[in-house]
């Protein structure tokens, strides 16, 4: 039992530190690109270019920053927002850089999980 709690407690740590890094990496992109672009605010060019901007980086972002309050609804919503970009955009897939960032939300789900096993086993 207690190996099973320390686990958990671990990844969900891991998970936090992770999700803290990527929310500030994507601030950085989205503000950098917001404010000091070349693209002049030239907006979204296509409705796919709308649903690949709102599954990443608007879903990741929101899921990870409810992860850090919430571990299995934002790793949910942050897998989920990784899962529909690599419907929309396949091409993305084979990309390890991006698909690296999905890790802190499965982590958060992994960590939830363990503990509702820990908690289920106890009674």
């Known amino acids: ?5 320390k686990a958990s407690s671990i990844i969900l740590w891991i998970a936090r530190i992770l999700a803290i890094l990527e929310i500030g990496f994507i601030l950085f992109f989205l503000l950098a690109d917001l404010f000091g672009g070349e693209s002049g605010g030239a907006g979204f060019g296509s409705f796919n270019e ?3 901007f709102a599954f ?16 299995s609804l934002g ?4 897998t989920l927002g990784f899962i529909g970009l690599s419907i929309i955009r396949p091409d993305l897939i084979a990309d390890p850089m991006i698909m690296i960032l999905a890790v802190p939300g499965i982590l958060f789900l992994v960590a939830w999980i363990l503990d509702r096993r820990r ?3 106890k009674f």
């Open 75 to 78: 790793g949910m919503i942050s």
């Open 56 to 71: 990443f980086p608007i879903l990741p972002l929101i899921g990870l920053s409810l992860a850090l309050k919430w571990p």
């Open 119 to 121: 908690t289920k086993s």
């Open 50 to 52: 709308i649903l690949s």
């Open 1 to 5: 039992m207690k190996s099973s709690q």
